[in-house]
Nanobody, 127 residues
Framework: QVQLVESGGGSVQSGGSRRLSCAAF?????????MAWFRQAPGKEREGIAT???????SYADSVKGRFSISQDNAKNTLYLQMNSLKPEDTSIYYC????????????????????WGQGTQVTVSS
């Protein structure tokens, strides 16, 4: 059974940084040809913000480009999201997700295309 577990969420001041991790259990992480980070704020749709495919190619939503960085460590079965220059509008629940088909990386990634999801981790940015 595949399980994705996020960690690293919490509260941070505006302008600060945070690194999220997503560990994969029950499956070889490198079998996912596309991994992504999504976020969802209250009352808003889930938004794909960053993807990385099996070749290491990345893409970002305009809202986070230049501030966030997605990376992966296949040896540790772990996906990361480094978030810098955080803003109050980045406050959301952040989810990692994986899928076998690389073309689902988009951009943009669509939530309906991703089969495996973590439980989410809350990031709150205060002004």
């Amino acid at each position: 059974q595949v399980q994705l577990v996020e960690s690293g969420g919490g509260s941070v001041q505006s302008g600060g940084s945070r690194r999220l991790s997503c560990a994969a259990f029950g499956y070889t992480y490198s079998s996912f040809n596309c991994m992504a980070w999504f976020r969802q704020a209250p009352g808003k749709e889930r938004e794909g913000i960053a993807t990385i495919d099996s070749d290491g190619s990345t893409s970002y939503a305009d809202s986070v480009k230049g501030r966030f960085s997605i990376s992966q460590d296949n040896a540790k079965n772990t996906l990361y999201l480094q978030m810098n220059s955080l803003k109050p509008e980045d406050t959301s629940i952040y989810y990692c997700a994986g899928v076998y088909r690389r073309e689902y990386c988009g951009p943009p990634p669509r939530p309906a295309d991703f089969r495996y999801w973590g439980q989410g981790t809350q990031v709150t940015v205060s002004s």
